[in-house]
């Protein structure tokens, strides 16, 4: 059964879309099977992991809203690799919400048909992953209640961390529709090692947060702006130190999950 974690923040630009990637790709590369979930109409999330996996864009497949209204997301699934797979983003995912407001007669229940149309897909993968909006709309709802875990990435600004300490109240609230749901962590995110207001804003998060936030941090490099505009790449030494700082998070990742489930 697989364990869903949903990347989110209601900051926008702080690295949350990057983040999914990143720990989706790596965590393929382990050999676990992994799908990736772009519910974001921007589809960045989407674009980076086809920059990635160059060609696999060409597919011709529905598109994932499409595939919501058939109720069959199996149609709209891209395979990558071996072990990793895509449901990938477009602009027609803008209709979610009209859609699921329209098919579900109980309004209390529009939170859970991702978690209806993913259920029977948990069986293929290891680990899957949902890139949301840095808003929080009904498309966050659906992929917080379809989830495991949420894991909030927060960028070392003050509105950053503010809307992080807020995203926390939503998912108290959001509690009321999925109990069993748990906050992994927090990951700062893009830290400059000398920046003075990096690291005042990285303290008051450990007063606040405590033990939720990740000792390992992503720090600021230019080659995870690379990533973004041409897709990830391990062709030097650049690219593999900017790859071991997200790999070092991953570790994190499993073993507070391994605590978690075990």
Known sequence: MATTITIANSKGGVGKTTCCVMFSYLLAQRGFNVLTIDFDPQADCSKMLFKTYQGTEEEEKPSFYESIQSERLEEAIVSL??????LPSDRDLLGFERYVYSQTVDVSKTSFF?????????ETYDFIFIDVAPTTSEKTNNAVVASDYALIVMQTHQH??????????YLREMAEYNPELDLLGVVPYYIKKEGKIDNEVLEEAKEWFGDLLFTTPIY???????????????????DQQAIRMYDAVLDEILEKVGEERG
């Open 114 to 122: 991702l978690d209806y149309l993913l259920e029977p897909l948990k």
């Open 81 to 86: 690799t071996d072990h990793h797979d895509i």
């Open 220 to 238: 600021a490099r230019e080659r995870v702006k690379l990533f973004s505009k041409q897709g990830v790449k391990n062709n030097d030494r650049h």
């Open 160 to 169: 950053s961390y503010e809307q992080s300490t807020s995203f926390v109240d």
